[in-house]
């Protein structure tokens, strides 16, 4: 058929590739604006109506575009009210838990972050709009290396991303501001203890036998003082064979 062997050098070509970029250029458009409504929808009635009044922390959730971090099959529940899955058995995690979490860490514009658990990368893309630069480690090397990729489609240049066993933390980087765990331990690292400042915050949620809690942390004159702040449910912290901390 000779629709199909349009060349470049053909008139019918430079009267049809206008029309199909309008229609790819439109319906992205259409996309786009379809997903803002959805995530102005989500800051209002799952983090707004939940409490959540750090504006830095609303502003980076207003903006962060979560559906590219979900699989394409989960494209239309990225804003939904609960997590997702995502590749080899992890998830990312609600939008109000990662709001709640970076509202916790109290962080300034100059803070340096460490994130342990990566995974699709949307909770460090929301630190990346609020500090100066977040460290983040991821144990899976297909999530790792995704993740890099699609900051650096975003934009993000201040998101550094190691491959490895969070569990003892990023120590050529530390001090860190703030430290932030998205996968259950049973107890907090010693090591990421160690690598908090001084008047720095860190989240984690701690997998007791009765169930897992937020905890809280601050240093406080090299004195760390922690409470629980809210029951959840994330993926275990696992060792690089597999076996849960
Ligand atoms: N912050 C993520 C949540 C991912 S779930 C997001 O916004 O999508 C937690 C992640 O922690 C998983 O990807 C899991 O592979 C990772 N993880 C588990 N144990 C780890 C460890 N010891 N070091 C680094 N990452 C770990």
Request: aromatic fraction near 10%.
């Amino acid at each position: 058929m000779k629709w199909f062997t349009l060349k470049i050098f053909d008139l019918r070509f430079w009267l049809f590739a206008p029309l199909v970029f309008a229609f790819v250029m439109g319906c992205s458009a259409q996309d786009n604006e379809k997903f803002n409504g959805r995530r102005a929808q989500m800051v209002e009635r799952q983090i707004k109506a939940r409490g959540v009044t750090d504006k830095a922390t609303l502003e980076a959730c207003l903006k962060v575009p979560r559906h590219r971090f979900v699989l394409p099959q989960y494209i239309n529940s990225a804003y939904s009210d609960s997590p997702l899955p995502i590749e080899e058995g992890q998830t990312i995690s609600q939008p109000y838990i990662v709001a709640f979490m970076t509202e916790a860490l109290n962080l300034k514009r100059t803070d340096k972050v460490l994130e342990i658990g990566t995974g699709s990368g949307y909770q460090a893309a929301i630190l990346a709009e609020i500090c100066d630069s977040v460290f983040t480690i991821e144990i899976f090397p297909k999530l790792g290396n995704k993740a890099i990729e699609l900051f650096a489609e975003l934009g993000y240049k201040n998101i550094f991303v190691k491959i490895g066993d969070g569990y003892q933390g990023w120590p050529e980087h530390a001090p860190f501001d703030a430290i932030i765990v998205t996968c259950a331990p049973s107890k907090i690292p010693e090591p990421l203890k160690a690598q908090l400042a001084e008047g720095g915050r860190m989240i984690i949620p701690v997998d007791e036998l009765y169930g897992q809690s937020l905890v809280l942390l601050e240093k406080r004159k090299g004195e760390l003082r922690q409470k629980k702040v809210l029951p959840v449910r994330f993926v275990p912290m696992i060792d690089e064979k597999g076996k849960e901390y």
